[in-house]
């Protein structure tokens, strides 16, 4: 059974910065498509960051320039850097694992830009 466990979530200034963990387990890892989304209060999930099992990465445009997504496959971990964060990155940030054609998802992580 696959288990997404995320954290690094909190409360930073404007113009800081944050690392998501999302730490993953009951699947081959480095053989998944792995997806960081967010959802803001009042607004519908958005993709923010991926990183194919080749590490190939895709962002939105949102996250360009600010934000990277990594993985550890030998730590089974996918992470998401995220600098000079602006408020409107508000949000509950979630991993995601698409494999054997199906989508995982973890619990979520808040993630608060507020001075």
């Known amino acids: 059974q696959v288990q997404l466990v995320e954290s690094g979530g909190g409360l930073v200034q404007p113009g800081g910065s944050l690392r998501l963990s999302c730490a993953a387990s009951g699947s081959i890892f480095s053989r998944t498509y792995m997806r960081w989304y967010r959802q803001a209060p009042g607004k519908q999930r958005e993709l923010v960051a991926g990183?194919?099992?080749?590490?190939?990465?895709n962002y939105a445009d949102s996250a360009k320039g600010r934000f990277t997504i990594s993985r550890d496959n030998a730590k089974n971990t996918v992470y998401l850097q995220m600098n000079n964060l602006k408020p409107e990155d508000t949000a509950v940030y979630y991993c995601?694992?698409?494999?054997?054609?199906?989508?995982?998802w973890g619990q979520g992580t808040q993630v608060t830009v507020s001075s």
């Open positions: 995601n694992m698409l494999t054997g054609g199906r989508n995982y």
């Open positions: 990183i194919m099992s080749s590490s190939t990465t």
